[in-house]
């Protein structure tokens, strides 16, 4: 017999597998195709399944750990380069909005203050995941007008902890049935929960993660991460405030720890999947029969809110005097409502600010704003192009060449090898982000003045969240050969046009590189070892000029037998080849034929001597590399 839970789960994931990817395609953004999955698998259309309200308060977890990563992207430094947009362009365009939006509720649809409040708080939140596509796709993201429009969704996805936290208070069960007094306690338990976690933040979190990194157990490091966001989440709801905020303040209490980009990587995927399977239930609740008895509230909402909105952002950008392009631009991305409207509608559904009914339809009124957000895109893109405002751009082009590109290296592992390299490198003045899995090494690198993160640098999502993309330079230099060669194979497949040195263990290790395609790689220990080789000649008695040719000639004979290797595989003898095959390292050989013959001086050297004469005579590359092995094991089984 089939598990019907089990059924519904693969339906879940199969429908989702089938629209989603469809929607992100034509530009529609994933949330409105996790909304339109929920919707058909819901008790309204096939009525798979019965219950979403269950879904939502599960699934909510994936709001609260988006506002976790929220919090680990506001370190101190990118706030204040950013202060002037954030509190102009966002304090101002989410001011104006919700004062707009709320008394039009007020005045023109009859609300009271308090949903009107929660009607506009909705629709003044704009949708990061649909802006942010856009931009990205349209590579204006980077640009100073791209970083305006995103200094402003910063900006309203820090308000909406204020908003969720308004809305509960503005429930009629805590006015009704809490006197003066014990509002006032209530007020100070919420006060005394975030002083607790701000201190926990500071004085715990990064000790217990040292500790947590020094077991070398990786999904320690996974649990642990949950275990902050969700114990920080649980703190905040007992103190009577959000759950959300509970988890931006763990945030940023580690937004400049030196697990921020492995945090980041360990609850991205349960964030993604939660975060989705709540807009699912989301659209698993839209009530179709409640919005076909109020379509015309409906769509006055829509139309009235989406004026409104494209009203104030207008306003803002005249008012700090923006050219008309990048204003037009501003109001076509961002008058909508976004994801988090659904997160206010459904608080204030829980807290009585709004019933059911006015929910579903104000959820509706969302997504259809959203669902339209791409049709304003096309019209205003051809309404741009009959703008003519050439001061407007030339001082656009002028403002981006007078900001220099700083130059970005990313050296992964920090071996001893490796810090020499950075050091040298921030000692030119340049920006050098270390990553590295040894917790030991982490704590001896913040010696040096070095940005060091912890994380497996083998991981594609550790390489992604330290944003590779945007390194000049990438350096491997692990103490693992094969882990080099794992790094460097994954850089040049996906980010081929990022220049990648790599530090090479042995022999073996640098042909399997040369593979790869690495812009450049050594030796870890072979200029060394010939460095040491000249001085050593000098001490000797030979003269500078001789011992420098003496070198120039091994490198050359060395290279001659390096290229002989990459290009054909071919070593000096069967037996070095098969060890080198079976082994994956290399076996010694010589650059040059030696002019006497080996001479033991022991028995344990005479044994290893007479057992390579045997493998001369046998020729059996298989046989040999036993004979080869076995005699020093046996040896020390011996010993």
């Not at 950008?317 to 923006?322: E, N």
């Not at 040298?424 to 993160?453: E, P, S, W």
């Amino acid at each position: 017999m089939v598990n019907p839970e089990l059924l519904k789960t693969v339906i879940l994931f199969g429908a989702s597998l089938a629209i989603v990817p469809l929607f992100k395609k034509f530009g529609l953004g994933s949330v409105l195709g996790y909304l339109v999955t929920g919707f058909i698998l819901g008790p309204f259309m096939l009525d798979i399944f019965h219950n979403p309200e269950s879904i939502v308060n599960f699934a909510e977890i994936g709001v609260v750990m988006f506002l976790f990563i929220i919090g680990l992207e506001m370190d101190p430094t990118r706030l204040w380069n950013l202060k002037k947009d954030i509190l102009g362009f966002g304090f101002l365009q989410v001011l104006l909005c919700c004062l707009l939006t709320t008394f039009a509720g007020v005045y023109f649809l009859d609300f009271t203050y308090s949903i009107a409040f929660v009607v506009g708080a909705g629709f003044t939140l704009s949708s990061t995941a649909i802006i942010m596509s856009v931009m990205d796709d349209r590579k204006i993201t980077n640009t100073p007008k791209g970083q305006r429009v995103f200094s402003t969704l910063l900006f309203e996805d820090l308000s909406i902890v204020p908003l969720l936290a308004i809305v509960a208070f503005l429930s009629p069960k805590q006015t009704a049935e809490i006197s003066n007094e014990s509002f006032i306690n209530s007020l100070l338990i919420a006060l005394g929960g975030v002083f607790v976690l701000v201190l926990s933040g500071k004085w715990l979190l990064n000790p217990l993660f040292r500790m947590i990194g020094k077991t070398h157990v990786k999904e320690m490091m996974t649990v642990m991460a949950l275990f902050v966001v969700l114990s920080s989440a649980l703190l905040m709801e007992f103190a009577g405030l959000s759950m959300a905020m509970g988890a931006f303040v763990a945030g940023v209490m580690l937004s400049e720890s030196k697990f921020k980009h492995q945090l980041e990587v360990d609850i991205e995927p349960f964030k993604g999947l939660l975060l989705g399977l709540f807009f699912m239930g989301v659209g698993m609740s839209l009530n179709v029969n409640v919005i076909k008895e109020n379509y015309i509230l409906l769509l006055t909402i829509v139309g009235l809110y989406v004026f409104l909105k494209a009203v104030a952002i207008l306003v803002v950008a005249k008012v700090l005097r923006k050219d008309n392009r990048e204003t037009l631009t501003r109001m076509i991305l961002m008058s909508h409502g976004g994801e988090f409207a659904f997160v206010l509608f459904n608080t204030a559904l829980t807290n009585q600010v709004i019933d059911e009914k006015l929910a579903s339809t104000l959820t509706a009124a969302i997504i259809i704003s959203m669902v339209l957000s791409p049709l304003w895109l096309i019209l205003g893109t051809k309404i741009k192009t009959k703008i003519k405002d050439n001061k407007g751009k030339e001082g656009e082009m002028e403002i981006v060449s007078q900001e220099p590109e700083e130059t970005n290296v990313l050296l992964i592992g920090l071996s001893n090898f490796s810090q020499t390299v950075a050091q040298t490198l921030v000692m030119k003045g340049l920006n050098v982000t270390i990553i590295d899995k040894d917790m030991n090494k982490i704590q001896a690198a913040t010696r040096f003045g070095f940005n060091v993160y912890y994380g497996d640098g083998t991981n594609p999502n550790v390489l992604h969240a330290c944003k590779i993309h945007e390194a000049d330079l990438v350096l491997v230099g692990t103490d693992s050969g094969e882990d080099n060669l794992k790094i460097t194979h994954f850089i040049k497949t996906h980010y081929p046009l990022i220049k990648v040195m790599v530090m090479a263990k042995d022999r073996y290790n640098a042909i399997e590189l040369v593979k790869t395609k690495a812009d450049y790689h050594i030796r870890e220990a072979f200029e060394s070892a010939l460095t040491f080789s000249k001085e050593a000649l000098i001490l000797l008695g030979e003269e500078p000029a001789s011992a420098e040719l003496t070198i120039k000639q091994i490198r050359q004979l060395d290279k001659e037998r390096f290229n002989e290797e990459v290009v054909g595989g071919a070593v000096s003898s069967d037996l070095a080849k098969a060890y080198m095959e079976k082994y994956r390292r290399s076996l010694p050989e010589p650059l040059v034929e030696p002019s006497t013959k080996t001479e033991a001086l022991d028995e344990t050297s005479q044994q290893i001597v007479d057992v390579l004469e045997k493998a001369d005579q046998l020729n059996k590359t298989e046989d040999l590399i036993d004979i080869v092995e076995n005699p020093l094991q046996e040896q020390e089984e011996k010993n």
